[in-house]
């Protein structure tokens, strides 16, 4: 795990390269001298990913072996965005939420089977588990979860979890690929769960009870 030691004087540098998948970096000072490296625990805001070519004040340290590293890095202009980018996050967090009360009061109304919210719950857990998994493993350089696995478990429910997870733990939440694919499981799954209420909807989960848990 990163743990810078001692720290120094505040630097300006210009962020030169960065490996999305491992997390960390290298900054030039504008001022001259060797690259120093960052890792993604070095910058103050972590809910973004770092874009080469970026400005960034830093603070001189090292880590456990005396190797210099960047701390407590900020890129221009962030500061002024951090209260857009908690709204974000309040907003993903209060929708996971709410869809899952919906899903719990369906079950109670008795519009949908209770295996449904099970689907979902177990879902929505083993998704926030492996989003964990895959920070902790990116932080180490360790083996990565497939984006493929994590959009599949999206796909059959886990996209609360997922959500909650994106926010909670601040991961996945800057790749924009990543984001559209996984947008794309959200309204998927939200589509088949609307279709539950359609008549054919409807009759399909009375056909499915009658057959496997009668």
């Keep these: 795990m990163f743990s810078p030691k001692e720290e120094g004087m505040r630097t300006k540098g210009k962020l030169i ?10 900054i030039t000072p504008m001022a001259g001298g060797k690259q120093i ?7 103050s805001n972590r809910n973004r990913c770092p874009v080469v070519g970026e400005i960034v004040t830093y603070t001189q340290s090292s880590d456990k072996q005396g190797r210099p590293c960047a701390v407590k890095a900020t890129v221009a202009g962030e500061k002024s965005s951090k209260k857009t980018k908690r709204n974000t ?19 109670f109304a008795t519009k949908i089977p209770i295996h449904i919210l099970a689907l979902y719950t177990a879902a929505s857990l083993v998704t926030f588990t492996l989003y964990a998994l895959d920070k902790s493993a990116a932080q180490k350089g360790g083996w990565r979860i497939q984006e493929r696995t994590l959009h599949l478990l999206s796909l059959i429910g886990g996209w609360p979890g997922a959500l909650i997870a994106q926010q909670k733990l601040r991961h996945k939440t800057q790749k924009q690929s990543f984001r559209i694919v996984f947008w794309i499981t959200v309204l998927l799954n939200c589509g088949a769960f609307v279709w539950l209420f359609t008549e054919y909807g409807a009759a399909t989960q009375i056909e499915y009870i009658s057959r496997h848990l009668a």
């Design 89 to 107: 996050s309040n907003v993903s967090m209060v929708v996971a939420v709410c869809f899952l009360i919906i899903v719990v009061l369906c079950v």
């Design 37 to 43: 490296f960052i890792h993604i625990n070095g910058f």
């Design 17 to 26: 390269s960065w490996n999305e998948e491992k997390g960390f970096g290298f």
